[in-house]
T-cell receptor, first 115, second 114 residues
Framework: AQTVTQSQPEMSVQEAETVTLSCTYDTSESDYYLFWYKQPPSRQMILVIR??????QNATENRFSVNFQKAAKSFSLKISDSQLGDAAMYFC????????????FGTGTRLQVFP | GAGVSQSPRYKVAKRGQDVALRCDPI?????LFWYQQALGQGPEFLTY????????KSGLPSDRFFAERPEGSVSTLKIQRTQQEDSAVYLC????????????FGPGTRLTVL
């Protein structure tokens, strides 16, 4: 069975600075998808960025980028130029390419942004 | 356009009561998922529909949990004889199809069992 681990329960960053959130996963599959989701206090989960395992190039979405290390099974999220609105819970998630499209989530990292 | 909606947003039930949670997916979305999110945890998969067919219910924690999507649109998650451990936020998500299509989440229903 696949698992996702987020070892940082809480992180903090100063506005305009850069922060990196860690995620590791375990799988025996060769093809899969990885995601970072943001959950603000209102609870609605929003997709931040996705990565296909077969793509070597790291995904980037504006201020958000990932460092995908397939051999190490590591998938970290870098937030550049942090903004107050980035404060939220961040969840790393895994989805298999071979069966149900269900997402397997980590336990989350709470990001605080200080002015 | 309208996103995924869920009702009620909050539900308080006495232990032993039955509850029904509703999910309205984005119009035209084929796939629908239910997740359970306990306090301080990540969401955990409960069940998955493709149109009206329930293709995966491996995450349902007991036979007290039942989900349906009879016309391939609105879905209802029913919990019978609620227990305190059922207290959680129940999230619904929908997507247009499989592959790498994004799952769009609703705001969730917070269930508290007293």
């Amino acid at each position: 069975a696949q698992t996702v681990t987020q070892s940082q329960p809480e992180m903090s960053v100063q506005e305009a600075e850069t922060v990196t959130l860690s995620c590791t996963y375990d799988t025996s599959e060769s093809d899969y998808y990885l995601f970072w989701y943001k959950q603000p206090p209102s609870r609605q989960m929003i997709l931040v960025i996705r990565q296909e395992a077969y793509k070597q190039q790291n995904a980037t979405e504006n201020r958000f980028s990932v460092n995908f290390q397939k051999a190490a099974k590591s998938f970290s999220l870098k937030i550049s130029d942090s903004q107050l609105g980035d404060a939220a819970m961040y969840f790393c998630a895994y989805r298999s390419s071979y069966n149900t499209d269900k997402l397997i989530f980590g336990t989350g990292t709470r990001l605080q942004v200080f002015p | 356009g309208a996103g995924v909606s869920q009702s009620p947003r909050y539900k308080v039930a006495k232990r032993g009561q039955d509850v029904a949670l509703r999910c309205d997916p984005i119009s035209g979305h084929v796939s629908l998922f239910w997740y359970q999110q306990a306090l301080g945890q990540g969401p955990e998969f409960l069940t998955y529909f493709q149109n009206e067919a329930q293709l995966d219910k491996s995450g349902l924690p007991s036979d007290r949990f039942f989900a349906e999507r009879p016309e391939g649109s609105v879905s209802t998650l029913k919990i019978q004889r609620t227990q305190q451990e059922d207290s959680a936020v129940y999230l619904c998500a929908s997507s247009s199809s499989g592959g790498d299509n994004e799952q769009f989440f609703g705001p969730g229903t917070r269930l508290t069992v007293l």
